[in-house]
């Protein structure tokens, strides 16, 4: 089995790499299956060009409604840090998204890791809870300081890892493109309301 990764060097792509690799796929750029481990505008550009058959792997689905049946979609639930961790082995193939034939070969690919279906809306409102409010709660933890440190502060500041490394446009498109961001401006809302 062969598959050729966009973004090969990148985070995800490392570990989209890492992953077939050890599963005993060849990467090889000529592969018709291309994983495009790139944020979500140029993995659009990808697609709209042709060329392959698509693995999407953004962390927003919306975006690729229009491409329904002709590419697969998948979103890996873990990074560089947790893939090796033997806890974070979750992948979500979205099925309203994908062109179905491609599962077997998805789960193939990622023996060993719990493939989960789901639409792409039901992805999108997870990731508001999933992704999106810690990635804010965390960007607010690296804007917070203290003269000393309490185990409050210190608590505060381990939220800020969350983001550290993390692509900035990749980051930006997980919370400006996802339809439902407007949850967890509101549960912010009401957290500041609490506080008040």
Not at 84 to 90: A, E, L, V, W
Not at 107 to 132: K, Q, T
């Amino acid at each position: 089995m062969k598959a050729a990764i966009i973004g090969r060097e990148g985070r995800i792509g490392r570990v989209i790499s890492d992953i077939l690799q050890n599963n005993g796929v060849e990467i090889d750029d000529d592969a018709d299956l291309a994983f495009l481990c790139v944020p979500i505008r140029p993995a659009i550009d990808y697609i709209e060009k042709g060329g392959h058959t698509y693995v999407e792997v953004s962390s927003v689905k919306s975006a690729f409604k229009r491409f329904a049946g002709s590419i697969v979609s998948i979103h890996p639930l873990f990074g560089p840090s947790s893939y090796r961790d033997g806890m974070h082995r979750t992948i979500v193939f979205i099925n309203d998204i994908s062109n179905v034939k491609y599962k077997e070969i998805i789960e193939e690919m990622f023996r060993g890791y719990e493939i989960v279906s789901m639409s792409a809306e039901e992805h999108d409102r997870m990731m508001v809870n999933d992704m999106i409010i810690p990635y804010l709660m965390s960007m607010i933890a690296k804007r917070t300081d203290a003269k000393y440190r309490t185990r409050s502060f210190d608590l505060m500041k381990s939220l800020a890892s969350i983001v550290d490394g993390e692509n900035q446009e990749v980051l930006m498109d997980t919370i400006k493109l996802n339809p439902y961001a407007g949850v967890a401006r509101e549960t912010i809302e009401e957290i500041l309301e609490v506080i008040s």
